[in-house]
């Protein structure tokens, strides 16, 4: 496989309704894309890096400048013999996962493409259904979060996860328990506590949430595994987990009972089988965790998510939820028993991107070509 071209997107999308996490509230997306060519066919990535740096340190800019300046030029016009092969190619330069994983993931739905085979059939997975979740924001009250649970379980969703934050927690579960009775439920802290929070974060043991996921900071272990000493509930991993070598130590120290796996955290496809498959070996479940993403990282995440190990619903939503209209068509919609189909137009991501949206949404491109 060679990539013979990498083009490089800015976009921007407007949110359907504003999402607001412990970070802030967002009412649009910036992205990037990467589109690779080689052999008469296209293959696609989204970065889930965001415009702001509080997620990650990387942001959409820092991606821009690492994947034109540093990453296109080892990989364009370099013949790989399969696109797990990528990232221990991009190893010379330290970090910038998100930013490696746009273009790995690229390459993995090129190499797709040119075999004729759906994403899923090149990761390994089955091409089932999968089982999807719902994450709801922070609200503006107690009553609005009730009604926006009761509009997305109406929606068909097998979970309901909620963000919360000091201030914005135990009321916030409780209030939804008593209106919902046992639901599944868990909450994302996006690291907004510290150790000292611990017996506050307790007292959520009485309301059998499924999990919390990252409650104290963006690239801790070491206290996350003394929280779940002290907690029933378990704890899943977000941030911290940005490689397989830090979710083996996490699996190993018991920081976290459930995992969650993002692609373009983790640097691409490569690096989240090797998550999954160490989690799998651990007796650790993982799901799939979402960014916002548009249809073109959506359909990405629903590929890998049929891996067997993802046994938890994930957080890939419809479309209609973030965007309307969205850059593919059709949407990604659910199906009326909670899951979402993974897309089946053609090979690859199975997707039918479209270029008027493409292009109407898009603030700047350059592209790198082989000499």
């Known amino acids: ?40 066919h296209t293959g696609w990535g989204e970065c889930v890096a965001e415009h702001n740096p509080y997620y990650s340190s990387e942001t959409t800019e820092t991606a821009w400048h690492v994947i034109s300046e540093f990453l296109a030029p080892l990989v364009v016009g370099v013949d790989f013999a399969h696109p797990r092969d990528i990232f221990p190619a991009l190893a ?24 004729q085979q759906p994403l899923w059939q090149v ?32 929606a068909g969703y097998q979970r309901v ?42 007292r959520l043991d009485a309301y059998d949430l499924m999990m919390i996921e990252q409650p104290l900071d963006y690239d801790d272990i070491a206290d996350h595994a003394a929280l779940q000493r002290q907690i029933a509930t378990p704890v899943c991993l977000d941030e911290s987990i ?16 459930i995992i969650n796996i ?6 691409g496809f490569a690096e989240s089988i090797r998550v999954h498959d160490a989690c799998a070996a651990h007796g650790v ?10 249809g073109i990282g959506r359909a990405a995440n629903l590929h890998l998510s049929t891996l067997p190990n993802f046994s938890l619903p994930g957080d890939i939503a419809a479309s209609r939820r973030y965007y309307e209209p969205d850059v593919i068509d059709p949407p990604i919609d659910l199906l009326p028993d909670g899951t979402v189909p993974v897309p089946s137009d053609g090979p690859g ?16 491109r350059m592209e790198i070509a082989s000499s």
């Open 285 to 294: 479940p993982v799901w799939h965790g979402g960014m916002l993403e548009s």
């Open 262 to 267: 993002k692609p373009g955290r983790l640097g």
């Open 1 to 40: 496989m060679r990539v013979e071209r990498l083009e490089l997107r800015l976009l921007r999308l407007p949110l359907v309704r504003h999402f607001e996490t412990s970070f802030g509230r967002s009412y649009d997306r910036h992205f990037l894309l990467v589109r690779v060519d080689g052999g008469g």
């Open 92 to 115: 010379r330069v330290r970090g910038h996962f998100m930013a490696k994983g746009v273009v790995e993931m690229a390459a993995w739905d090129l190499y797709a493409r040119q075999h």
């Open 123 to 154: 990761l390994g997975g089955t091409g089932r259904p999968v089982a999807s979740g719902v994450s709801i924001g922070i609200q503006d009250s107690l009553d609005e979060l009730v009604d926006r649970v009761r509009i997305e379980r109406d």
């Open 349 to 364: 991501l199975g997707v039918r991107i479209v270029e008027s949206r493409l292009e109407q949404a898009t603030l700047r």
């Open 242 to 257: 940005t490689s397989a070598r830090l979710a083996i130590q996490a699996l190993e120290t018991g920081a976290c009972r």
């Open 161 to 202: 996860k909620i963000k919360i934050k000091p201030g914005w927690d135990v009321d916030a579960v409780e209030r939804i328990r008593g209106a919902f009775g046992g639901i599944p439920l868990m909450v994302d802290a996006n690291a907004a506590y510290s150790l000292a929070d611990a017996a506050h974060l307790a």
